[in-house]
């Protein structure tokens, strides 16, 4: 039975001005819900609204602010199985890594209640006697996020948890064909306590946000952007927050290697890059691009992961399977696309590529209507192809040599991402070697590239990012602002740098 959703603003259901179906991927056609779509008028009100909440809520105290964080927490823990189940029906997760998606935000909400304690300003020596020196973290204000739906309910968890924590009111943009999934979060986020206009949701087209989020940078009423998703949306994002000198905090793409070293557990190597390259069906950020393999060990690291590839199991996401369809037709049509760009010296080494036919025995298709396609690993990629070079979020893993570690650094760094990676050795001195060399946010020693632990800085570098970090104590520095205050009790003016104390 599908959902009628809108928009909530001020804690109430807001006008529509289109609609949009949000359907189950692993049954295409299948309605999940229907959203009514706001414009970007409902979208520059939602601001307003927030900024009028955000005065009160910004002198509620900060462990009160924690209270309200811990009982969200305990509301989604309580709700983690319907969730989850929401996330898989809309986007077609596996259950099991949906439900550890759901975990993902008690995670963010258990580091966060206790910051409410702490959210720590400085007390600081002056060079003059009688006069003291203190800081003091300032929420910024209203906070427009805008998120993608391939972790529809944790990533958000990331901006929402935080800002709120830090004293500052929310416009939640979600993905459109993760409406339902954010709807269900953002009723549980509601019924914890927080005032009517402090978070609000607003369902809206790519087009319509993009006008909402403009207007409401000119009327001031948004001093903060968070955004996740491609890095082409996220450069567009960045140049009109920086226009009105507001600052972004940018989560995009990734390309992220995985370097194979001749002396890494080849067998451990394979099951890293099986989940980085084809968990989620290759669409996280985080997931695996392509493996950078020590040419000493090539033939037999390809001859293994090709084998455990073809074996994985890719089907209905209700069942224990190691990914399920593509999250919606939008990103089929694109990753269609992205398989024309393997060249006559690829080799496919994994067997079939495109959408699995219905009668496939690779998983439970349910008729195969789902936009479920096979795992697929190119093996002689080039540095100078596309597949090498551009993020295709989707299962598609290319394979390419390496001589020296310094080249294998080279190479790892050329797409110019840098949001994960990772290497495969038993050589302390390599792996901190690749750390350092690597430009990446996220480094993984003997892991796979995807999986950040929650309370970690989350965040890249080049094309993945604007060097924001989400999570753990570095994103207070995307929530708050800091203040400096000096009170001089001399009773005198005494100038800085002018009345420095003699010894
Ligand atoms: C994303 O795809 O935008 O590290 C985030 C990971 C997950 C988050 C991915 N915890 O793979």
């Not at 339902?180 to 979060?185: C, G, N, P, T, V």
């Not at 948004?222 to 940018?250: M, P, Y």
């Not at 493996?291 to 073809?310: G, L």
């Amino acid at each position: 039975m599908s959902r009628q959703i809108v928009s909530v603003v001020g804690g109430k259901d807001a006008a529509a001005a289109g609609t949009y179906e949000s359907t189950n991927p692993a049954r295409t056609g299948e309605v999940v819900a229907r959203v009514g779509l706001a414009d970007a008028d409902t979208f520059a009100a939602a601001c307003r609204t927030a900024k009028e909440a955000q005065r009160e809520w910004a002198k509620v105290p900060a462990p009160v602010r924690g209270r309200v964080i811990a009982s969200i927490g305990r509301l989604v823990e309580a709700n983690a199985e319907r969730l989850a189940a929401l996330v898989t029906e809309e986007i077609g997760k596996p259950y099991a890594e949906a439900l550890g998606e759901v975990r993902e935000i008690v995670d963010t909400c258990d580091f966060f209640l206790g910051e409410g304690r702490r959210l720590y300003g400085q007390t600081i020596p002056s060079e003059m006697p009688d006069k003291d020196l203190f800081t003091y973290r300032n929420p910024v204000g209203v906070a427009a996020v805008v998120t993608a739906g391939n972790f529809p309910v944790a990533v958000p968890s990331w901006y929402l948890v935080p800002a709120l924590l830090c004293g500052n009111a929310v416009v939640w943009k979600p993905a459109e064909y993760a409406a339902a999934s954010a709807h269900a979060m953002y009723r549980l986020f509601a019924a914890s306590g927080l005032p009517d206009g402090v978070l609000n949701i607003v369902f809206a087209d790519g087009a319509q946000t993009f006008r909402g989020l403009e207007l409401a940078l000119e009327e001031g009423s948004v001093q903060k952007v968070g955004f996740t998703g491609s890095s082409e949306v996220g450069r567009k994002i960045g140049e009109l927050t920086g226009r009105h000198l507001q600052s972004a905090c940018l989560e995009l793409g990734g390309k992220n290697p995985m370097v194979i070293m001749p002396d890494a557990e080849l067998d451990l190597a394979v099951e890293g890059a099986l989940f980085a390259g084809f968990g989620t069906a290759g669409q996280r950020c985080t997931s695996l691009g392509t493996v950078i393999v020590h040419e000493s060990v090539h033939d037999e690291f390809v001859e293994r992961f090709a084998r455990a590839v073809r074996e994985a199991k890719i089907g209905d996401p209700a069942q224990d399977v190691l990914a399920g369809p593509l999250l919606d037709q939008k990103f089929a049509d694109r990753y269609e696309e992205y398989l024309t760009w393997i060249q006559p010296h690829h080799q496919v080494v994994s067997g079939n590529i495109g959408k699995i036919a219905p009668d496939n025995p690779r998983g439970d298709f349910d008729g195969g209507q789902g936009l479920y396609y096979h795992p697929v690993v190119v093996d002689g990629v080039r540095a100078t192809d596309r597949l090498f070079l551009e993020e295709t979020f989707g299962p598609i893993v290319g394979v390419t040599t390496f001589g020296t570690l310094d080249e294998a650094i080279e190479l790892a760094n050329l797409p110019g991402y840098g949001l994960s990676s990772s290497i495969y050795t038993t050589d302390p001195k390599h792996a901190f070697r690749f750390r350092e060399g690597v430009s990446a946010g996220m480094v993984s020693v003997n892991n796979s590239t995807s999986g950040a632990e929650a309370h970690l800085p989350f965040g890249g570098n080049g094309k993945s990012g604007n060097g924001s970090r989400q999570s753990g104590m570095w994103v207070l520095d995307q929530f708050t602002r800091w203040q400096a205050m000096n009170w001089d009790h001399s009773g005198r003016l005494q100038k800085a740098q002018m009345d420095v104390a003699e010894i």
